[in-house]
């Protein structure tokens, strides 16, 4: 363990802390000294007390080394604090004190001094809010933070002191058991608080909001030690669109980095993406408070045929399994039900046992217990101005609790308004080990975004030892680029057993064709500086003789020049046709300085734009990842062999994407992108028809 890690565990769990500066510090010191049962310090050379903290002159004065500060001086001040701090032997400081590398160039030198500064103490921002300790209720926070205590429940880390804030402001009874706001992360990253809460007995989820991730290997390797440690972690990530983007990188210096990169990483490790604050805490809640379901197959309730209707049709839109209930349990329930309920899932028990709380219990688990992974029911509680007593409601809630905890499945209560759900009501149903979902779609969504992890999960964990990701080396981009041209690319796969037409490169100054060849056959251009033939009339297919490749050769010369007057091309490749295609498909690799090489899937040919069926993989990989990418093709049927037609050899087209990618990995110092497009799959084949690779120049 670093010093500096050991001094991050001393951070967030303190033994005393020290508010140093002078308004902002104040607001913090003041809650956290009514509520913290360590020792509280103040220190400000011109202020006797700190609200009712006595206060230090100096740093220096401290009665010993503290193990968590949060600094809240001018600018002019923070280094030489955070200096003194370091020597001092200091465990770790929240730096709320803003303009660093958020300011770009303006602000990267006095954010590199603050580094130098801190040494091997463990400092939380600059430009962050600080953080929040809600087991012992370390409070180093220059806003109200509440009262609440907790025993277990999230940890939120998050890039947005703002977002932070609103976060632990909500009224949805999610248990928090810690915050961290971690600003400009000068020093300590998102992926050093993920790693030490991970290991934390108080922590069962962790919350992310990110709007940009500096190291993705080690974003990788933590990301994997939560998966192995059941702790799911939901993330929010900003930088979508444009706009999005550029905010990023001018709140925190951020690289929002290239979305579809990021999608297929949170995927890969299992990382369950929402993108609302919303779904994040209803998600966050039902992991924390339910646990994990292992599938997605639900056993839902409502006492409204509405309710009932509305369920069916969203759970099928974001994938909850609402299998009808068996013969045995359809019997069971018949007995159990008025006459004029009828069996189905959802069910509606209908009034008449609407708080029957003799009944309920046995309604619920006779469902329940027919294999499903989870349960829910839908219910609003009304405020005390329209009902009084609520008894019914919670009745069925408790009678709800009763068959989750018999059935050993996560549950959920469920209200269709946000607000029907009451604070009392929730703490009840807390208690019970059931969550208290808060708005029919975010509540059903949290749901079926756990279900999926757990799924997911499962899935590596069987399969995989590890899921941790690093990427691949790839060449700065010089802006000095130079295509390969067609025919020698060819030659460059064939070298990774890439199959690719039987052909020859011939030159129109002296036209020699290969006896080898048979007709039909197919022309085309052949330049460095042609990337896309079909733009500029570059491709004749079905050449049936000599005599129509002669000709074709020269009407191509004048349509290519017609176009494009710079490309006077001479060269020209003739290859074989291949017939009997079952599918088109592209191959892609493309490089990110974040993520190194990432291979794109796609349905192929003229299909590539028209239909967008896609799926991206980062690179390095394997055939089973390859394989998976495979079936999630709108075009998988046609590989498969669609209404009765030849099937393709499914092991030869992993192979030869996987070969494809060896390539690449062979040339990642220079290799910028690569299509092949159309890959052509037979029954018996798959031949790479056409070949684009771009390099830096070196």
Known sequence: MSKRIENLRRLLNPRHIAFIGGNDAEIGARQCYKLFDGEVWGVNPRRETLADVACYKSIEDLPEAPDAVFLATPRSATVDSVRKLSKLGAGGVACFTAGYGELGEKGALDEKRLIEAAGEMALVGPNSYGLINYISRAILWPFGAGSQRCTKGVALIMQSGMISANLTMNDRSVPISYVV????????????????LIDSDSVNAIGLYVEGIKDIARFSSVADKALRAGKPIVLLKAGKSKIGSALTLSHTGSMAGIDES??????LLGIIRVDSPVTMLETLKFLSVSGVPSGNKIAAFTCSGGDAALLADYSEKIGLDLTPPSVTAR???????????????????????????????????????????????????????????????RNDSQSFIKACQLCGIPGAVCSDLPENLD????????????????????????????????????????????????????????GVTRLINEWQGKQLLQQFDVDVPSGCLIDSRSIIIDPSIQFPVVLKGVSDNLAHKSEVNAVRLGIMSEDELFSSIGEMQRQILSVDSTLDICEFLVEEMIDSVLVELLVGINTDPQFGQTLLIASGGV??????????????????????????????PLLAGFRGKSAANTTQVVNSILNITRFAASQHRTLLELDVNPLMVTSTRVVAADVMIREIVR
């Not at 019970?432 to 969504?445: I, K, N, R, Y």
């Not at 756990?450 to 899935?459: K, L, M």
Request: aromatic share 8%; proline share 6%; with cysteine.
């Open 423 to 478: 604070k009392e009501s929730r703490e009840i149903i807390i208690e019970g080990g059931v969550s208290p979902l808060q708005g029919f779609d975010h509540g059903l969504e949290a749901i079926a975004l756990s279900c999926s992890y757990g799924r997911r999960r499962s899935a590596i964990l069987n399969y995989e030892n590890e899921i941790a990701f690093t990427p691949i080396d790839v060449p700065a981009n010089t």
């Open 607 to 636: 299909f590539v734009e028209l239909i967008g069926d896609s799926v991206s993989i980062l690179l390095p990989t394997t055939s089973h990842d390859i394989e998976h990418a495979l079936h999630q093709l709108k075009v998988w």
């Open 181 to 196: 706001s971690a600003g400009n992360q000068a020093v300590l990253t998102i992926e050093d608080y993920m790693d030490v």
């Open 331 to 393: 019997i069971t329930l018949e007995a159990l039900l008025p006459d004029i309920a009828t069996v189905s899932n959802p069910l509606d028990y209908t009034t008449p046992l609407w708080g029957n709380t003799e009944q309920m219990p046995g309604v619920f688990s006779a469902l329940m217990k027919d294999n499903y992974d989870a349960a829910v029911v839908i219910q609003d509680y009304p405020p005390k101005h329209i009902h009084e007593d609520n008894s019914p409601y």
């Open 262 to 267: 990021f999608q297929t990483l949170f995927d």
